[in-house]
């Protein structure tokens, strides 16, 4: 891992914090983001303000949380970070305090499928009950709603992300915030109706066909 390449990293993440700032999913020094590069992680420090991030503000560590580079103390969601690269193939995380997700953690267990755009996301999404920011509970729980998904939300907290890159965990995180906002939209006037198990695989049937996005499996 050369210096340059680690430096371009650092560089990227900062832009997906002001990109994360612009569509409003963070406020003052909420939300953090890291990106895998080999067997290191880059990642955003605790306190760090995403709108204007700086590639000084993201520090590097080993799978294990070590420090390998850089002065500054990594996130304390660094172990949210750190089990999605231990246990899945993502290069890149993204943690939001998007305000459809929270609002939506307020009053529904889960986000049911209400478009089909989901799939793209692993499905239904359950929401994860509330722990105190940077406990091993809420990492521990994050993780487990992550299996086989691209993304989770956190009750009365926000949203998390994965993705193939910071580009790809950005756009989910997006995806999740808009899909939130859908059924928040609808939730006023009726139970908000999610697609049925043979509309979801009709959908899959198509997808794989026409080869449009990636299909993960629908395992809920
Ligand atoms: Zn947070």
């Not at 994860?128 to 521990?140: D, I």
Request: hydrophobic letters at 45%; one cysteine or more.
């Amino acid at each position: 891992m050369s210096d340059t390449d680690l430096e371009e990293v650092r560089e990227a993440i900062a832009r997906t914090g002001h990109q994360l700032a612009a569509h409003n999913l963070v406020l003052g020094t909420a939300g953090n983001i890291s990106a895998r590069i080999g067997d290191l992680v880059a990642v955003t420090a605790t306190g760090v303000t995403l709108a204007d991030a700086t590639a000084r503000d993201v520090t590097v560590v080993d799978l294990s949380g070590n420090q390998h580079s850089g002065r500054l103390r990594p996130t304390s969601e660094l172990e949210i970070h750190l089990g999605v690269y231990r246990s899945s193939d993502a290069r890149a995380v993204v943690h939001a305090h998007s305000p459809g997700a929270v609002s939506l953690s307020l009053i529904a267990e889960e986000l049911p499928v209400v478009h089909y755009q989901q799939l793209l996301l692993g499905g239904a999404l359950p929401i994860v009950p509330f722990a105190p920011f940077g406990t091993e509970e809420l990492a521990s729980a994050t993780l487990t709603a992550l299996q086989h998904k691209k993304a989770a939300i956190l009750a009365h907290h926000g949203s998390v992300a994965v993705g193939a890159s910071l580009d790809a965990a950005l756009d989910n995180v997006l995806l999740l915030e808009w899909l939130c906002r859908i059924y928040l939209d609808a939730a006023p006037i009726a139970r908000p109706a999610p697609l049925t198990d043979t509309q979801l695989q009709a959908v899959i049937e198509v997808a794989i066909r026409t080869g449009y996005g990636s299909t993960p499996a629908i395992d809920s």
